[in-house]
Antibody, heavy 120, light 106 residues
Framework: QVQLVQSGAEVKKPGASVKVSCKTS????????FNWVRQVTGQGLEWMGW????????GSSQKFEGRLTITKNTSESTVFMELSSLSSEDTAVYYC?????????????WGQGTLVTVSS | IVMTQSPATLSVSPGERATLSCRAS??????LAWYQQKPGQAPRLLIY???TRATGVPARFSGSGSGTEFTLTISSLQSEDFALYSC?????????FGQGTKVEIK
């Protein structure tokens, strides 16, 4: 069965970077795009960026441009999200999600989420 | 595209029908998905294409609408249905989400 398993919770200081992994199984890794979505406590879901794991092409929301890096390790069927220059406003749960459509898509499978806490 | 959900909180008794609304600031055709999210869990895809149930989703969940107005109906609420429900348009890239409707026990 399809599974997306994310790395564990992180605590970071302001100005630091965080790298979250999303390991996939149960399907062909390169066949579906990945997206990263975050959720601040009490707020709605916010799209951050995406990657085509076949081509390596990425894109991100203007809000995160320059701070967000999405990479992959195809041999391990894993996608990574790195967010730099963290502030307290980046405290949130971060999700990876698989997109069954190319381009704009809904998300059919999600990782369990990774809580990132930014605090001095 | 801004997605607006109403109401923010819906209090319903078990066994009753729940009707949730999602409005888009411009037409998204039928490119609308609904997700269910329980505390401490990831979102779960319920509906895509405005009205197609995802695999394994019970028939008591139904979606309708097109253009700018959409509805998620839960025909007879079960205890496991009390959760946060979010809509997402994927007509324009990137997709955008509504703020969610919390369905709570009355």
């Amino acid at each position: 069965q399809v599974q997306l398993v994310q790395s564990g919770a992180e605590v970071k200081k302001p100005g630091a970077s965080v790298k979250v992994s999303c390991k996939t199984s149960g399907y062909t890794f390169t066949r579906y795009d990945f997206n990263w979505v975050r959720q601040v406590t009490g707020q709605g879901l916010e799209w951050m960026g995406w990657m085509n794991p076949n081509t390596g092409k990425t894109g991100s929301s203007q809000k995160f441009e320059g701070r967000l890096t999405i990479t992959k390790n195809t041999s391990e069927s894993t996608v990574f999200m790195e967010l730099s220059s963290l502030s307290s406003e980046d405290t949130a749960v971060y999700y990876c999600a698989r997109a069954p459509l190319k381009g704009s898509s809904y998300f059919d499978y999600w990782g369990q989420g990774t809580l990132v806490t930014v605090s001095s | 595209i801004v997605m607006t959900q109403s109401p923010a909180t819906l209090s319903v008794s078990p066994g009753e029908r729940a009707t949730l609304s999602c409005r888009a600031s411009q037409s998204v055709s039928a490119n609308l998905a609904w997700y269910q999210q329980k505390p401490g869990q990831a979102p779960r895809l319920l509906i895509y294409g405005a009205s197609t149930r995802a695999t394994g989703v019970p028939a008591r969940f139904s979606g309708s609408g097109s253009g700018t107005e959409f509805t998620l109906t839960i025909s007879s609420l079960q205890s496991e249905d009390f959760a946060l429900y979010s809509c997402q348009q994927y007509y324009n890239w990137p997709g955008t989400f509504g703020q969610g409707t919390k369905v709570e026990i009355k």
